[in-house]
């Protein structure tokens, strides 16, 4: 019998590219939708040992395919390793701040965020992420909260604030009756299962809100038929937020690739980045040859000090899980990656700071200059 990890690694190998597919399209200079991949905790090593697991060494992930490339430095204002609040507040507003802080200043001051400055574009906005939809890096997005723990306020910052199209994730313990009717009159249908997400009328749901687990959706390993990949979320959202002709922002969170991390749980990782990737490729398929789409992937911060030490005395093959040693089970201040590609992307190389990618988010959506 074929164990499951080989079995999914010969899967993988059907869908992933061993080199990239050429994609031609005239750049125009013209952004009409913009896509955020935000791998949480997703270093280099971690891409390494999906991309050797998926292809072998000489392979690439679909994210590796990506014309432009560099990388991102992630220390927030008071501290040198970042949590994802303030990572995903530096990416998402522009500006750095404390540890654990969602969308505004160390003295209160809230900062204008991307989806803020989409909906001002007259633009459709959607997050779409694995973890709880109120979690640190979703919520810099489209909250102004003190804490990262503040769960209930941060729904209510989504519901009474910028109302993003689309959200999707776990966390259905947060959205308590009465906060699932304030949804619902805002627009939203609600949705908890991926059969009820899959055979949804979407023209006929102005907002969608799907929470598919009670907490974080499970890693994919143990991910059963109740909940869809991050892939199959990308999709459902690209497809409602395509119906905006002013275009859309949209932000896809692999959001478990840390926690596979924090457990230095190599297995958990390599899954977690390759759903991660398997979305990327999908949204990449489902633009198309659309010139005006500009698609991002970066990560916020690094998870567990990973360091890739071997196979020794052989070159390690598809399906196979390199030696790894963890320095630790947090956070560390290593740089983290960044692809992009469509207008705008050259401005993508060498080294970035996290408030950069905000920038070039801000100008790809014609938002004013500050
Ligand atoms: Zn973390």
């Known amino acids: 019998m074929v164990p499951p990890p080989l079995k999914r690694a010969l899967f993988a190998s059907f869908i992933l590219f061993i080199s990239c597919p050429i994609v031609l399209f005239a750049d125009n200079g013209q952004v009409k939708d913009v896509i955020l991949f935000i791998g949480d905790g997703m270093g280099q090593a971690h891409v390494l040992a999906t991309r050797v ?3 072998g060494p000489e392979g690439r992930l679909n994210m590796e395919c990506l014309e432009h490339f560099g990388y991102v430095t992630t220390y927030s204002e008071d501290s040198f390793v970042t949590d994802s609040a303030a990572a995903g507040t530096a990416i998402a507003t522009g500006h750095k701040t404390g540890n654990s802080i969602i969308g505004q200043g160390r003295h209160g001051q809230e900062y204008k965020n ?10 459709a906005t959607g997050l779409v992420t694995t973890t709880e939809v109120t979690h640190a890096t979703p919520a810099a997005f489209a909250a102004h909260e003190s804490h990262r723990e503040e769960a209930k306020a941060i729904a209510l910052d989504y519901l009474d604030g910028v109302q993003p199209d689309v959200i999707l994730g776990g966390g259905a313990w947060v959205w308590t009756p009465d906060l699932l009717e304030e949804a619902r009159n805002r627009g939203y249908t609600t949705v908890s299962t991926k059969k009820e997400m899959d055979t949804l009328d979407s023209t006929k749901s102005k907002r969608l809100l799907g929470l598919f687990a009670r907490n974080h959706m499970a890693f994919t390993t143990e991910r059963g038929s109740e909940e869809p990949s991050l892939r199959e979320m990308a999709l459902k959202a690209l497809e409602i937020l395509r119906r905006d002709p002013d275009g859309f922002f949209l932000m896809v969170e692999g959001g478990r690739i840390d926690h596979a991390g924090h457990n230095n749980d190599l297995r958990w990782l390599v899954h977690e980045v390759l759903d991660f990737d398997e979305a990327i490729g999908a949204v990449r398929a489902g633009l198309g040859d659309q010139n005006d789409a500009l698609l991002i992937i970066t990560a916020d911060h690094e998870t567990g000090g ?7 005395g052989h070159l390690p093959g598809k399906g196979e899980m390199v030696e790894v040693r963890w320095a630790t089970k947090g956070h560390t201040a290593a740089d983290v990656p960044i692809w992009a590609q469509g207008p705008g992307a050259e401005a993508v190389r060498g080294r970035m700071d996290n408030t950069e990618v905000f920038s070039l988010v801000k100008e790809a959506l014609g938002g004013d200059k500050e």
């Open 53 to 55: 697991f998926a292809n």
């Open 306 to 312: 990973l360091a890739v030490v071997g196979p020794g």
């Open 114 to 123: 991307v989806l803020e400055l989409a909906r001002e574009m007259g633009k």
